[in-house]
């Protein structure tokens, strides 16, 4: 049934991207411009027709796609181009006439252009200055290897005689050109395909982008280096004045564009969108550097990569060209141009030349070689060492916009031509999977060690991660931090975690603001609000909590890599998290922010500790500190049994130290409940004793123990209504997939699976009450 489903929805799709096609060409004729407008028409048709294909196959039969456009439009161009389709002659003339190549050529031109623009907008260069020794060692290493290994073959095969009756001896200029772009590695594909494989933020990802980066700055200077030394050879007095022009155009940009963009970012309020006047004339800026570029003979893309450079990356300059710019460039047009490079590879016309594909082989081998070995020696896994050559080795669109190039200059032939697009296709089809297959970013959060609040050591400080996605969080978990009731004898370890979406960045950012040596440096503007209302919380709480600010910038899908990662490394025993929906003063939900429910969701599935989820209702904390505050707070802990609840237990323990707080726990027992786990009611029945011998229980008003026994979810659901009126805050465990007589009605209308029976319950739209809710998953311990 599901390849007929499959079939059926593929054939669909088929055609309802055939009528699109004819729809655009009928449009394209009316308006008398078919002529040059119908082969592009085509070519994007024809590209849309297989992207969709892949992805419905995908979705269907779980097959392993890279998402990234380079092969779908690999694809497209081979299937349209004269190595299928194209190859008989009348479909040829009809498909692309002679006159309109150029008019596709000038389009995907312009769309590659403006992907270096973008590509040096969301460029980092401070992360160079930043890098450690062993991305700096595998960055060099990357480029320098691969090159010598390159001239080595090269030495070495070159007495190779030609095939018999073959025409083919590829010139010295053809051989040094494929051991240039054999041996490239460009941080866009990089980034790009760490994106696709969603480990873009984790440790391997962030130590391949250094590398990369640090290759392709390489990349730049020895290309340019070399074509300059080719250029003297011939010419000096046209080679110097080159010199110069670019290191006045260097200078310029430096001095000159850098602090125009940066006084931009200055006149722009926080918040507010740049200009749309400061974003034409900077757009016009990489159009014209182009042109200049050209009258003086240096490469058309150096001009506008390098004002790419000079633009302030991310908000609020950068992610606005990107935003702008990045969905024509990187949707419509690079695609296009991916497509029309293939479409010009003519796989009849590939000669069988051995030391061309011995130098493929020999520069691709030593890269994945020369990278593990430093891995290795740097001690890290072996796995992780491969897939780290691997990820450096992966070939993509500047690949293939170097080969047009290259082909276009009679650098190399049509033959060596086709031999790299599709080495390309191969190379782009075959690294993804193997990296998935050799990395897992999960295996490190496995819970071997119990970290929990109800395993941390009684006395000792207990460490939590905070969470900030907004201002508007602040309040709310400073409020419940508060409930903890820090002191001497029981402090907390506050790392408050601002997270902020990566935008206009090719590379995600993660800042330690207590590491920062000026007081006032250019990172902690990120997270000034953050910063001040802890460093106040911290202030009231002298003593009793030690405090550290980190803010992360990352892809939103991919922040659970960084909750996660800094949870293990502070050794946190609980994350605390804002829920996704945000209510008003009416007590109506105000907003409802679905990334940020499948972020929580996400946390829970690979934490490393204890999560909880707040909903704030606006009653958490009646101030930032409630020692100095003179109003009750009234807290009610719910028990139904099994580890979340027994964890709600060991924080309840932590918040009845303090006389403005009255705790309640609330034991729920079900007539119908039958005894399935007698371990696990040992545990319940445990915590439960523990809790009530502690020395809190008795010394005042404050603290109550009750006990009650329901009939069914009905009662239980009436009684947790009128619950949820007397209290600020009630804390509940998640207890999700939990058996019990008590929640079983609550689960035939589970949309928010994430918060469990109860917690959904207390959370949803239809209750409209005024205590807040925190409802705690104990650590998954998983071997």
């Known amino acids: 049934m599901i390849f007929k489903r499959g079939a059926l929805q593929w054939k669909s799709l088929i055609q309802t991207k055939i009528y699109a096609a004819k729809a655009a060409e009928f449009m394209a004729g009316t308006l008398s411009c078919r002529r040059q407008l119908g082969p592009l028409v085509r070519l994007v048709a024809g590209f849309e027709l297989i992207s969709f294909s892949n992805v419905r196959l995908e979705k269907e039969f779980n097959f392993c796609f890279l998402s990234a456009p ?71 290493i990357n480029l320098v290897v691969p090159l010598a290994v390159g001239w080595f073959t090269l030495k070495s095969l070159s007495i ?19 051991l240039k772009a054999s041996s490239m590695t460009a941080f866009p594909v990089v980034a790009l395909l760490l994106k696709d494989l969603k480990i873009l933020n984790s440790e391997l990802g962030r130590l391949a982008l250094s590398c990369a980066l640090i290759t392709h700055m390489l990349q730049l200077i020895y290309n340019s280096t070399s074509l300059l030394h080719r250029i003297y050879l011939s010419d000096h007095g046209r080679a110097v004045s080159d010199v110069m022009v670019c290191i006045s155009f260097i200078l ?53 990569f390098i004002i790419g450079l000079a633009v302030p990356e991310g908000p609020p ?10 969905a024509l460039s990187s949707g419509v047009i690079l695609p296009t141009f991916i497509s029309l490079v293939a479409l010009r590879a003519d796989l009849s016309q590939l000669s069988y030349y051995v030391p061309h594909i011995a130098l493929i082989v020999a520069t691709f081998s030593s890269k994945v070689i020369s990278c593990c070995f430093v891995g290795l020696y740097c001690k890290m896994p072996l796995n992780d060492a491969v897939a780290l050559g691997l990820i450096l080795s992966i070939k993509g669109v500047v690949d293939l916009g170097a080969y047009s190039f290259l082909r276009d200059a009679n650098m190399i032939d049509q033959s060596t031509f086709t031999l ?22 999960n295996r490190k959060y496995a819970g071997y060690q119990k970290r929990s609040i109800m395993h941390s050591k009684i006395g000792g400080k207990l460490p939590v991660l905070a969470c900030i996605h907004s201002s508007d969080n602040i309040t709310a978990i400073i409020g419940l931090l508060d409930a903890y009731t820090p002191s001497l004898e029981n402090p907390i370890t506050v790392n408050a975690l601002h997270l902020i979406e990566l935008r206009g960045r090719a590379s995600p950012i993660f800042i330690s603001h207590q590491l920062q040596k000026k007081p006032h ?50 050794l946190a025993s609980i994350i605390v998290l804002p829920f996704h929906r945000r209510w008003a003063i009416d007590r109506s939900v105000e907003s409802e922010d679905i990334s940020l429910r499948m972020l929580n969701r996400s946390v829970l599935e690979r934490a490393p500790c204890s999560v909880g989820i707040l909903v704030d209702r606006g009653h958490v904390g009646p101030s930032t500190s409630m020692m100095s505050s003179g109003k009750k707070y009234s807290i009610s802990a719910i028990f139904l049994g099994g580890n979340d609840c027994q964890e709600v237990l060991a924080l309840a323990k932590r918040m009845t ?79 999700y997939k939990v058996k019990s007589s008590l929640t079983s009605g609550f689960e035939e209308w589970c949309d928010v699976p994430e918060l469990g029976a109860i917690g959904e319950f207390l959370a949803s739209r239809d209750l409209q009450c005024r205590a807040s809710v925190f409802i705690v998953q104990q650590q998954k311990i998983t071997h």
């Open 70 to 140: 380079n092969v779908v439009g690999q694809e497209a161009g081979l299937i349209l181009g004269s190595t299928a389709l194209g190859r008989r002659e009348g479909y040829q003339k009809f498909l692309f006439p002679a006159a309109t190549q150029d008019t596709l050529g000038a389009f995907c031109a312009f769309g590659y252009l403006l992907f270096e623009f973008l590509s040096g907008v969301k460029m980092n260069t401070g992360m160079m200055r930043k890098t450690g020794s062993k991305a700096l060692a595998i960055g060099i």
């Open 160 to 178: 190779y005689p030609p095939k018999k009756g073959s025409d083919v001896t590829p010139s010295l200029q053809n051989n040094v050109s494929v």
């Open 252 to 304: 310029l940009v430096i001095f000159l564009l850098r602090p125009a963009f940066i006084w931009v970012v200055k006149q722009t309020p926080e918040g507010r969108p740049v200009k749309d006047l400061y974003l034409f004339l900077t757009i016009l800026l990489a159009l014209v550097s182009a042109v200049i570029s050209y009258w003086f003979e240096l490469a058309v893309l150096f001009g506008p």
């Open 317 to 326: 300059l950068g992610s606005a060209l990107v935003d702008k710019l990045d």
């Open 420 to 441: 790299l697009v599709v080495y390309t296709a191969i190379v782009a089809t075959l690294v993804p999977s193997m990296v998935q297959l050799l990395y897992d970013p």
């Open 521 to 570: 440096s250019r990172d902690d503007s990120y997270s000034e609000n953050v910063i001040f209302a802890f460093k106040q919380f911290e202030r009231n709480n002298r003593g009793s909590v030690s405090l550290q600010v980190f803010t992360a910038i990352s892809p939103r899908k991919l922040m659970h890599e960084d909750i996660s990662t800094l949870a293990l490394n502070v």
């Open 657 to 735: 130290k303090h006389r403005n707080i009255s705790l309640t726990v609330m034991r729920f027992i079900s007539t119908k409940t039958k005894r399935q786990n007698f371990e696990a009611e040992m545990e319940d029945i445990k915590a439960l004793h523990d809790f009530k011998q502690s020395r809190w229980i008795g010394q005042g008003n404050n603290v109550a123990y009750m006990e009650r026994v329901l009939k069914d979810s009905s009662e239980f659901a009436w009684t947790l209504r009128s619950l949820a009126d007397e209290y600020d805050l009630i804390l509940v465990g998640r207890c």
